[in-house]
Each structure stands twice: as C-alpha cells, then as structure tokens.
C-alpha cells in the first residue's frame, strides 16, 4: 500500500500540467478574443462606392443577385459568362436598376459586359483589360462562376471531377492572379464563393464538393499571402439558395428522380437562403474583409456539427446517402431542365427564383 504522503505527492505533480494546459488555453481564447476584437476596430470597412468589381458568373443567379446588391452601394460592374443572350438580359436589369437609383440617390454606377469562359485564360485577360479601360481600375474581383454536378458516384467520370476543378477552383486562381497587379495597386478586395459542401463533403454532390473544398482552400491560401499586399481576400459558403440554379445543373443517375429531389431541397424556405439575403450577407461580409463565412443558418450548423463530431457526421450523411436514388446504367449527363417533372414545373417558389434571377 502507498504512503499518503507519496499519495498526496503523486496527485500535485499530476495535476500540474493540467493548470498549466488550462492556462494555456485561457491564454489562447482571450488572445484570439483580442484579436477579433482589435480587427473589429482598427481595420476600416471598405467602401464600395466607385469601385470598380468584376463578377464572373455575374448573368444569372447569385452573381446576378450580387451585382444587384454591389449597385445598391454605387459599384461600377463589369459582368463575365459565357452566355451572350443571357448577359444582355442582365445587363438591361442591372442598367435599369442604375438608372433608378441614379434618381432617387444621385449614383452614378455604371454596368458593362464581357462574354466569355472562366476556363479561357485569354477571356479573362479580356475581362480585366474591360474593367480597366473603362473604370481606370480594378477594385474588387468576385469569384461566382461555377458548375455542380448532382449524382451518385458511380455515374459521375473522372472528367466531370476534372471540368468541377477547372470551373470551381482553378478559374478563381487564375482570374485573381490575373487581376493582382491591379488588385494591389488600389488595395482591392477577392471575393471567392465557395459552398458549404467545401467544408462538409455532402452525397451525390461528389465532384462539386472536391472542387469547392479546392477553393476553400485557395481562399484560405490567398488569404495569408496577399494580405501583406493590402489585398484582402474573403471566402464566402453559402448553403441552400434559392437562385434557380437546379435548372443549369448537369444531373446523372437516375435523372428525373434525382432532380425531382435536388430541386425541391434546393427552394424550401426553411432549408434555403433566399438568393437576395444571401448577396446582403457575403457583400457585408466582403465589406468587412472577413476571411471565411458560412452564409445561412443550415450552413452554419452543419460546419459546426462536422467540426465537433466529424464520426457521427460521417455517419449520418452514411444514412442519407441510402435513402438517395441509386446509380443508373448510363453516366449520361441531362441539364435540369432537361429533366424537369410534373411536380418540379408546378413548384411556385423554384419559378419565381428561376424568373427574378435570369435562370428560366
């Protein structure tokens, strides 16, 4: 048997590396307290008045829903996509928005377009060439355009992952790159939108969850190289929005049933983020210079339930993936629209996104 006072011993040299570690992380918290606190205060918000911003993805959609919002804080607009018919429709929303407000505040903005694809890197030579030759600068660049791919993995190619990190993640490297000797001669700003699916890899969104963990991480690696440059860079993760967008997805499996479910969790109100409050949210956000942002509040739990139970989140998205549609005998690829049913034409909310935001 141990002597008590061997007892008593052993207890105080074991419990002092406990208060040290606890000290530890008091120290800890009440430093990244400070910080927080101090960038609250000495970092000034940046103004977007007569600022020169660069959309890619900018004709429909969240881009679309962003240049809206970017007008509202008198933002000079330069819009990339591929399509042209598209971007003139935009265009014309987006001038006519101007000119509204140009009567009620004074505002001056000014909205131009480059038809072009992220993949091209002479398109996005051309799309900063605009923004300069017409604005004199070049602000800020938002990183929209993307593509998603909704499928089991069985029916999604090696390709399809390929096309996601060209679209998703390489295009936002090379337009920021480009753009940077501008960026960081007015001490601009990159916007990155990423997606919550780049911090929870979620099922039958395969190739489109690498690709935006990819531009997560690109987000985060910009962040820490360019700051010294003055150029902030924020990544925003949105979670289910209701932009439209279902319709332009490329769906595999068994497409009808895969669309059916993708369209009608991609437009309910108490799952998705309405495409304007989500514009509101990541523009603050990009005024703030924060460094990464999780957009609603689905979004925001599930990072926080991955983060503090990776097992059991693992688990669970195990359980859904069984109740999803299985694969198909063919990868063939069909666009939303191509599958659309019955049920899905009739949802009111998924028409009124599609039609406010250029995506019918």
């Known amino acids: 048997m141990k002597p008590v006072s061997d007892t008593r011993r052993s207890t105080k040299l074991n419990a002092k590396p406990r208060k040290r570690r606890s000290g530890l992380g008091g120290t800890l918290l009440i430093s990244a307290a400070a910080l927080i606190a101090a960038r609250r205060l000495f970092v000034a918000p940046f103004s977007l008045a007569g600022k020169s911003v660069l959309i890619s993805g900018g ?175 924020t990544t925003v993760c949105p979670g289910l929005m209701r932009t439209g967008s279902p319709r332009h997805a490329q769906i595999k499996g068994q497409h009808r049933r895969e669309y059916a479910l993708f369209a009608t969790l991609d437009n309910l109100p108490l799952i998705s983020l309405d495409a304007d409050k989500a514009a509101q949210r990541t523009v603050q956000a990009l005024i703030r210079g924060e460094a990464e942002v999780m957009i609603g509040g689905p979004a925001k739990l599930l990072r926080v339930f991955q983060s503090f139970a990776p097992q059991l989140s693992a688990d669970v998205l195990t359980l859904l993936n069984r109740f999803l549609p299985g694969p198909a005998s063919s990868d063939v690829a069909l666009r939303g629209q191509q599958a659309e049913t019955p049920l899905t034409r009739a949802n009111p909310i998924k028409r009124k996104a599609e039609q406010s935001l250029n995506e019918s």
């Open 59 to 233: 004709s429909r959609g969240l881009g679309l829903a962003l240049g809206r919002e970017l007008l509202r804080y008198g933002s000079n607009l330069t819009l990339l996509a591929r399509d042209e018919a598209e971007l003139r429709r935009a265009e014309s929303d987006l001038q006519a928005r101007a000119a509204a407000l140009r009567q009620i505040s004074g505002q001056t903005s000014q909205v131009q377009i480059v038809v072009g694809d992220v993949t091209q890197q002479a398109d996005l030579e051309r799309a900063v060439e605009a923004a300069i030759s017409t604005y004199g600068q070049l602000d800020v660049v938002a990183n929209v355009a993307g593509i998603i791919q909704s499928g089991p993995l069985d029916n999604v190619t090696e390709q399809e992952f390929r096309d996601s990190m060209e679209v998703n993640a390489f295009a936002p490297l090379r337009l920021t790159r480009t753009a940077l000797p501008y960026l960081r001669a007015s001490g601009g700003r990159v916007l990155i939108v990423a997606s919550i699916a780049g911090k929870a890899a979620v099922p039958h969104l395969s190739s489109y969850s690498v690709s935006k963990f990819a531009a997560v991480g690109l987000g985060q690696a910009l962040r820490a190289e360019l700051a010294q440059d003055g150029v902030l860079v």
